[in-house]
């Protein structure tokens, strides 16, 4: 596939190393400019561009940037695009936005109304970097780490769900993008490495 990685931080650049390793072209940007990634781009054999550079044709787009910056991007230009938002709200970094905090709303859903038009998919961001680089095993390991997907597209949701599973993780359906505040931080399902059936128990016992 043809990806763009929105991002270069611990997760932007974690994936972008890993998806290139299974053959797919992709083009990172970050808020610094392409000249900020010359050592990850010959490091992974990956495109270094803007933000339209990497959304531009792309099968999909990943988004990993501080939550705080996403309405910066230019909404339009994603219209239409699968995007995995692999991010988390951090009030110490990101301010206070009131109906994050209190969680009436999820941060996907946040985001999505920031990038009308785009079909969002939350992904990647339970899972620890180095372990997302590291511990990635073939299908039907018994130390298969599971790691859940949330998103209202349902082909774009198997899209997401593929991907993670060709990267040596078993996907979990998560349900709606309204409630994959049950993958946020705070939950048991953060920051954890559960198999398949705990991810699934981890969702259930979430609680707002």
């Known amino acids: 596939m043809r990806i763009g990685i929105i991002g270069s931080g ?4 974690t994936l972008t190393r890993r998806l ?35 959304v531009d044709g792309a099968d999909l787009v990943v988004v990993a940037i501080p939550l705080l910056a996403v309405p910066a991007l230019p909404a339009s230009i994603f219209d239409g695009t699968v995007v995995v938002d692999a991010n988390n709200y951090y009030p110490q970094r990101d301010g206070d936005i009131a109906e994050l905090l209190d969680r009436s709303l999820s941060s996907s859903r946040w985001t999505a109304d920031h990038l009308k ?8 961001n339970n899972i620890q970097a180095r372990h997302l680089l590291e511990q990635g095993r073939p299908a039907g390991s018994g130390d298969r780490i599971a790691l859940p997907v949330a998103g209202d597209d349902a082909e774009a949701k198997r899209l997401v769900m593929d991907l993670v599973d060709a990267l040596g993780f078993d996907p979990v359906d998560a349900g709606s993008l309204d409630g994959s505040w049950r993958q946020q931080p705070d939950t048991p399902v953060y920051g954890t490495d559960r198999d398949a059936a705990g991810v699934r128990r981890g969702l259930a016992e979430a609680r707002p």
Request: charged residues 20%; hydrophobic residues 40%; glycine residues 14%.
């Open 117 to 124: 038009g785009a079909r969002v998919v939350k992904a990647f």
């Open 10 to 13: 611990h997760i932007g650049g």
């Open 20 to 54: 290139r390793a299974l053959g797919h072209e992709v083009t990172v940007a970050n808020s610094r400019g392409p000249e900020s990634l010359t050592q990850l781009a010959e490091e992974t054999g990956a495109s270094a561009g803007t933000v339209e550079q990497a």
